[in-house]
């Protein structure tokens, strides 16, 4: 009997400090979202069972410190964090530990195509996993889709393009993840163009490389897939701009320039609308709300003994249709000082050749003398 109340009473104690321990030493949750974005800021929350408002909370990766917080009057707390690892983090006060929780991540998958996508030119396509211990890089590329070549790559891929002939393709990027973070994908389609296209030709990429310009603000006629004269003065405008070579052609300079080249910025932003005369870059900007909203090629005094005055000035006086003067006719001309207009003429040369006015292609002057008001102030420089 004796030995029985031993035992009893042991077992009594025993439990009674089981039931103890967690209201004396306290209860410390931890929860986070289940997967998130590299970099991407997410919260920890949890709260302390007793409430110790104020006491610090901190978030660990294995024994590496992440970021802390105090506790809030409730017992709970948030503490925001940028992630870029899945842990495991643990929340810790004193000696309490909470269980550890994952986060998994999405790694940054950056995929691109350096050079241009023409005919025999070098293309190559670059890719990146960030973080780089995320995993592996799988590239494969399609072609009619079908697999044309499939391997896989440590953090970075270098990978060098086929451009023998003008045949479209996919090339396909995904990461193959570790424990811990998930899997993304991006795909690209690579359009190979002609090295070399010219006024006459007859292309689908004479209608792409129409809808970047338009795309990047360059005044375009109508699209086509047939290379017009229009398109022509269009490119020059592009060349002049990026300081290319005024061919008037669509090359390998071009492609390459025309896949990156940012919208060009106005010199003026007051007024907010405007418009300007770029005499060295023989361009006229039309800028609105403090954009450039249309570019066009023009031709300024190139004949000796005739110049195109440098000033601010407004827009005075516009005639409709042919205008008759002593050194021309002028197709729907916007005179802003003197006898100096902005024209259409079907002349617009790459180069300096008028006898001061500014002449611009007609496809673009329609558009202009509808858009241009009275007073319109135009900066010529």
């Known amino acids: 009997m004796r030995a029985f109340l031993v035992v009893v009473l042991a077992f009594g104690l025993v439990g009674a400090a089981a039931a103890r321990t967690p209201a004396h030493r306290g209860a410390l949750t931890l929860k986070a979202p289940k997967a998130t974005?590299?970099?991407?800021?997410i919260e920890f929350v949890g709260r302390l069972v007793p409430s110790r408002p104020g006491r610090r909370i901190a978030i660990f990766r294995g024994n590496r410190f992440v970021a802390a917080a105090a506790l809030r009057g409730d017992g709970s707390y948030r503490i925001p964090?940028?992630?870029?690892s899945p842990g495991p983090f643990r929340a810790r006060t004193g000696t309490l530990l909470s269980k550890p929780v994952t986060v998994r991540i999405v790694p940054r998958l950056q995929a691109s195509l350096v050079g241009a996508q023409v005919v025999g030119a070098r293309l190559?396509?670059?890719?990146?996993?960030?973080?780089?211990?995320a995993g592996s890089l799988r590239v494969?590329?399609?072609?009619?889709?079908?697999?044309?070549?499939?391997?896989?790559?440590?953090?970075?891929?270098?990978?060098?393009?086929?451009?023998?002939?003008?045949t479209g393709y996919d090339v396909s990027v995904a990461a193959v993840p570790r424990a811990g973070y998930l899997s993304s994908s991006r795909t690209l389609h690579v359009t190979l163009r002609p090295a070399l296209l010219t006024v006459g030709q007859t292309s689908p990429a004479?209608?792409?490389?129409?809808?970047?310009?338009?795309?990047?603000?360059?005044?375009?006629?109508?699209?086509?897939?047939?290379?017009?004269?229009?398109?022509?003065?269009?490119?020059?405008?592009?060349?002049?701009?990026e300081g290319l070579?005024?061919?008037?052609?669509?090359?390998?300079?071009?492609?390459?320039?025309?896949?990156?080249?940012?919208?060009?910025?106005?010199?003026?932003?007051?007024?907010?609308?405007?418009?300007?005369?770029?005499?060295?870059?023989?361009?006229?900007?039309?800028?609105?709300?403090g954009q450039v909203s249309l570019i066009s090629p023009i031709s300024t005094a190139g004949i000796p003994g005739y110049f195109t005055?440098?000033?601010?000035?407004?827009?005075?006086?516009?005639?409709?249709?042919y205008d008759p003067s002593p050194l021309g006719v002028l197709l729907d001309p916007m005179y802003f000082v003197g006898g100096y207009a902005i024209h259409g003429s079907p002349s617009v040369p790459p180069y300096p050749a008028s006898h001061g006015c500014v002449r611009v292609p007609n496809f673009v002057i329609y558009r202009l003398f509808e858009s241009e008001p009275y007073g319109e102030t135009v900066y010529v420089y």
Request: hydrophobic fraction near 45%; glycine fraction near 4%; proline fraction near 6%.
């Open 309 to 321: 005055p440098v000033g601010t000035f407004a827009i005075y006086r516009k005639v409709t249709g």
């Open 124 to 133: 190559t396509l670059v890719a990146r996993l960030e973080p780089a211990q």
């Open 81 to 84: 964090v940028r992630l870029a």
């Open 37 to 41: 974005s590299f970099g991407h800021r």
């Open 245 to 289: 070579s005024r061919t008037g052609q669509m090359d390998t300079a071009f492609w390459s320039r025309l896949a990156a080249a940012p919208a060009p910025r106005p010199r003026y932003y007051q007024p907010a609308d405007h418009i300007e005369v770029d005499k060295a870059r023989q361009v006229l900007f039309i800028v609105r709300n």
């Open 206 to 241: 004479v209608a792409d490389a129409a809808r970047r310009l338009a795309a990047l603000h360059y005044a375009v006629p109508s699209l086509s897939e047939t290379f017009s004269w229009d398109l022509v003065e269009s490119v020059y405008a592009f060349q002049k701009v």
């Open 140 to 166: 494969r590329i399609l072609r009619d889709g079908k697999e044309a070549q499939s391997r896989t790559y440590r953090g970075v891929a270098h990978v060098p393009l086929a451009t023998e002939d003008a």
